[in-house]
């Protein structure tokens, strides 16, 4: 079975500062995605950055990059030079790559960017 | 419109009520899905449809019933349900043969009273 572990239930970062989400997962399949959705408070999610497990370079996406350890099996997010728009929920997701695709949801990290 | 659209957005209804969510795609995709978010606890996936067939029912209460008439709609219609079943529910839907993101609606907050 897989499983996704957030343990920063609520972070802070000053604003124009670099914050780091982190995420470990759990699976025994060999293929994999790993994905980080944000949700503000209008309750939408947001795709923001995926990370397929074959990939040999981190996933980059404007000021999102994700720091993909394979073997330590974790997948952190950081955003650099945060934004008080940034300031949502913050869920690492995973699913396997094949026809039963579907997400798996870590318990998120509450964001709150300071002024 | 485009993405996915979830109607209604908020929904207060009484124990004995019936009542159904429904979500509509503009993308071409051949999946959808029922998520529901309580507090404090993670996304729960409720229901998986691909290509207009359930295959992913999660334990979940019969008092949800979940209908996928075409790939672009899926409703969740809802009886006799319970307090606890106050949550955000969340449909997405993804295109299955590409390892491509799922696109989420923007919920419908439910309270049962």
């Known amino acids: 079975a897989q499983k996704i572990t957030q343990t920063q239930p609520g972070m802070f970062v000053q604003e124009k500062e670099a914050v780091t989400l982190d995420c470990t997962y759990d699976?025994?399949?060999?293929?994999?995605?790993l994905f980080w959705y944000k949700q503000p408070s209008s309750g939408e999610m947001i795709f923001l950055i995926y990370q397929g497990s074959y990939d040999q370079q981190n996933a980059t996406e404007g000021r999102y990059s994700l720091n993909f350890q394979k073997a330590r099996k974790s997948a952190n997010l950081v955003i650099s030079a945060s934004q008080l728009g940034d300031s949502a929920m913050y869920f690492c997701?995973?699913?396997?790559?094949?026809?039963?695709?579907?997400?798996?949801f870590g318990s998120g990290t509450r964001l709150l960017v300071r002024p | 419109e485009t993405g996915v659209t979830q109607t209604p957005r908020h929904l207060v209804m009484g124990m004995t009520n019936k009542k159904s969510l429904k979500c509509e795609q503009h993308l071409g995709h051949n999946a959808m899905y029922w998520y529901k978010q309580s507090a404090k606890k993670p996304l729960e996936l409720m229901f998986v449809y691909n290509f207009k067939e359930q295959t992913e029912n999660n334990s979940v209460p019969s008092r949800f019933s979940p209908e996928c008439p075409n790939s672009s709609h899926l409703f969740l219609h809802l009886h006799t349900l319970q307090p606890e079943d106050s949550a955000l529910y969340l449909c997405?839907?993804?295109?299955?043969?590409?390892?491509?993101?799922?696109?989420f609606g923007q919920g419908t907050r439910l309270t049962v009273v």
């Open positions: 699976t025994s399949d060999p293929s994999y995605g």
């Open positions: 997405a839907s993804s295109q299955v043969s590409e390892n491509t993101e799922a696109f």
């Open positions: 997701a995973m699913t396997r790559m094949d026809s039963s695709y579907k997400l798996i």
